[in-house]
């Protein structure tokens, strides 16, 4: 039953993926065909085709490798400066760039003149890159909404799980008190588990990050905590201690092996499914958001982990990139787990939300072959012929992305490898959740 259930999250996320995919090249494809650009294709896939059908002027399939999809429209790159759509050179980059400008151009038809790409105003052209990476970032809003304020999200509750016997600094074990450690001020006021913390010095505490905030600024104070205790209020009167306890930074995460010295009563929180209205859901999707461009950043520092974890076995970190093979064990091991039913599909909706966050914040990295390169040579081209026409210059004419093109290959090249190493990890020393 356990691989039934773990081969079944598997299709679960195959399925999302592909939506995610189809759901991205519809934005590029409805605003390309708004402005008249012609599309021969929209695909689903990379490699052999699976399936596809002619409607119209465009042929829409899905081929086999579901890792990605594209839409070709035709003119993606102006012709050369002497008017030709080729101009052959024996530089392997000259090469590069005209073959790149041919590929845009093999579909050309009568009547396609006035529909290539390239044609189109600036701003034209920045919709239709953009309309992709914005469907995305419309699904990912939309799915984790669906996980907060419908599901619920698992977090901390401000309800007693255990009680800390001693003041131990976070970066030591709490499993045993050593000898001459202090009582913790929870233990010496009485807290037991199961208590359920409703004010604290005269605040009504509605969460818990908001009573750690409180008992963190409240060092050396003897204040007065009302707690919910088998149906009653009781008041207890600890005197807040000073301990090193975990640091986190400005988003609420925890930084990795580093304390900072606060208030400390000596309690660990239970952990619940709380449901989130929406005020509180858009800031837990933009401290989401925050956290995806940081960790967008972080990735070159990643590699020599990812390298590590293959070569030596070293233990993935939690937050060590995974790949879409990463993602998809991931999502099958959560289907197998003995949790019910709506946790499961509530944590797929939540990884789908997440995968659609990341390829909105990837695809916008002004760089090609990416949406942002082509929206970056867009918006360069609107201001050069701004300055110019200040100037009273001749009009520039286009921006010849193609001449970016082996800045591209370059690009992708680095891309594939990072791919390549983070699938062997994914492979050979998976994320593992439980």
């Known amino acids: 039953m356990t691989a039934v259930m773990w081969g079944i999250g598997l299709v679960v996320f195959a399925v999302g993926l592909l939506f995610s995919i189809a759901w991205h090249e ?15 294709q ?26 990605g999809g594209y839409i070709r429209m035709i003119g993606m790159f102006p012709p050369g400066k002497d008017g030709r759509i080729t101009q052959r050179s024996s530089s392997p980059w000259r090469s590069m760039i005209e073959d790149a400008r041919e590929a845009s151009y093999e579909e050309l038809q009568d ?8 044609t189109r105003k600036p701003w034209k052209r920045v919709i239709v890159m953009f309309a992709g990476p914005f469907m995305n ?12 304020m419908g599901f619920g999200v698992q977090m901390s509750v401000p309800t007693v799980k255990s009680v800390s016997q001693c003041v131990v600094p976070a970066s030591q074990p709490t499993d045993t008190c050593p000898d001459g450690a202090a009582a913790s001020p929870a233990a010496a006021a009485g807290l037991r588990a199961g ?13 818990y990050d908001e009573l750690q905030a409180d008992i963190r600024k409240s060092a050396g104070r003897t204040v007065p905590v009302v707690v919910e205790r088998d149906g009653q209020q009781i008041t207890l009167t600890p005197t807040i201690g000073v301990n090193q306890v975990q640091k986190y930074d400005g988003s609420g995460l925890p930084l990795k092996g580093q304390t900072v010295e606060a208030g400390f009563l000596g309690f660990v929180p239970a952990s619940g499914v709380v449901q989130l209205g929406f005020t509180d859901s ?13 960790s967008l950043v972080a990735l070159p520092g990643k590699i020599p982990g990812l390298w590590h974890s293959i070569v030596d076995g070293t233990p993935r970190d939690a937050d060590s990139p995974i790949g879409m093979v990463g993602a998809a ?12 039913a709506s946790q499961r599909i509530a944590f797929m909706v939540n990884l789908l939300a997440g995968i659609n966050l990341s390829l909105f914040l990837f695809n916008m990295l002004p760089l090609l072959p990416l949406d942002g390169g082509h929206i970056a040579g867009a918006l360069w081209e609107s201001v050069r012929r701004r300055i110019a026409k200040l100037l009273r210059r001749a009009d520039p004419g286009p921006f010849d992305v193609a001449k970016l093109m082996p800045a591209a290959y370059v690009v992708a090249s680095i891309f594939i490898g990072f791919t390549l190493l983070v699938l062997v990890a994914d492979l050979v020393n998976p994320v593992k959740i439980t």
């Open 137 to 148: 970032l419309i699904l990912a809003i939309a799915l984790f909404l669906t996980v907060m």
């Open 195 to 207: 208590d359920t913390v409703l004010s604290f010095g005269g605040d009504r505490i509605h969460d």
């Open 329 to 340: 064990r991931i999502g099958g091991d959560v289907f197998a787990l003995e949790i019910p």
């Open 111 to 118: 009547g396609d003149e006035q529909r290539l790409f390239y």
């Open 282 to 294: 858009v800031d837990r999707m933009y401290t989401n958001a925050e956290t995806g461009v940081k």
């Open 26 to 40: 519809l934005g590029h494809l409805s605003w390309a065909k708004v402005f008249g650009i012609r599309v021969p």
């Open 42 to 67: 929209y695909m689903v896939g990379f490699g052999p085709t699976v399936w596809s059908r002619k409607k119209g002027e465009t042929e829409y399939g899905i081929k086999a490798v579901p890792l």
